[in-house]
């Protein structure tokens, strides 16, 4: 079982994850957490410290403990912005993932607003995990606020990370996933120092594959039976690129 500061830590960096806390919000006062309840002023006092290193708060003398600003990532390409999702993103991500035209493409089924909600409501969360680990983007064009698509990093090994991206059908063929992934592994290389970056394509999916190699990602192989989608198994081809590949 874990000791007790470590469970509220815990509990409290769910919610400060989760938004409940805003960004320069004061926690609530060690004196009133423990008139709650939750421990001795030693036990709130070191699950503040173990938030504090999770570089969830900082400690503000005479101030109180204040929930740290979550640094969003705005990334500019030629033809998009990629930035940080939203809750008001729920409709452009159900008109994405909800559109089978879309995912028969990607590694999971059309989904439904619930699942957009909780998909957003993860990302959101796992944005201000500290080392973060993932890097969803919601992408939109350079004129317009509206989420048409979205890209993906997650970290995974030794400086390695797997892309993944998306585009509303009605925006196909106008060089928005092109643009998006350059963006994302430009900032991967150069900002985030990673080595290698992967990803695992349908191999019917030839707009995508048109995609990395135009980006210079060279084709690993084959994963076989790779992923599970509308109700079959599927191959992917695997392609990556390197750090010293990339201009």
């Not at 004061?26 to 939750?38: C, D, K, M, T, Y």
């Not at 409501?121 to 939109?140: D, M, S, Y």
């Amino acid at each position: 079982m874990a000791p007790k500061w470590q469970e509220l830590a815990d509990r409290l960096a769910v919610q400060i994850r989760r938004g409940d806390f805003a960004p320069g919000q004061h926690l609530p006062h060690i004196r009133e957490l423990v008139a709650a309840g939750e421990g001795s002023k030693a036990t709130v006092h070191a699950a503040y410290k173990a938030l504090e290193a999770k570089g969830l708060v900082r400690s503000s003398r005479g101030h109180g403990t204040i929930v740290r600003p979550h640094k969003p990532i705005r990334l500019v390409g030629k033809r998009v912005v990629l930035r940080e999702f939203t809750r008001e993103d729920v409709d452009d991500v159900l008109a994405i993932i909800g559109d089978d035209k879309v995912t028969a493409w990607l590694s999971f089924d059309s989904r439904d607003r619930a699942q957009a909600v909780a998909m957003i409501e993860g990302t959101i969360e796992r944005a201000q995990q500290e080392p973060r680990t993932e890097f969803h983007l919601g992408v939109t064009k350079r004129d317009d606020d509206h989420v048409i698509g979205f890209a993906r990093i997650g970290l995974s090994g030794v400086q390695a990370g797997k892309l993944g991206y998306a585009i509303a059908a009605k925006e196909w063929g106008r060089g928005y996933a092109t643009d998006a992934a350059r963006a994302l592994v430009t900032y991967a290389f150069k900002e985030l120092g990673l080595h290698r970056v992967t990803t695992a394509i349908g191999p019917d999916n030839a707009a995508s594959i048109a995609v990395v190699q135009q980006l210079g990602f060279a084709c690993e192989g084959v994963l076989r039976d790779h992923v599970f989608t509308n109700g079959a198994w599927r191959d992917s081809l695997l392609y990556s690129v390197l750090a010293d590949e990339w201009s």
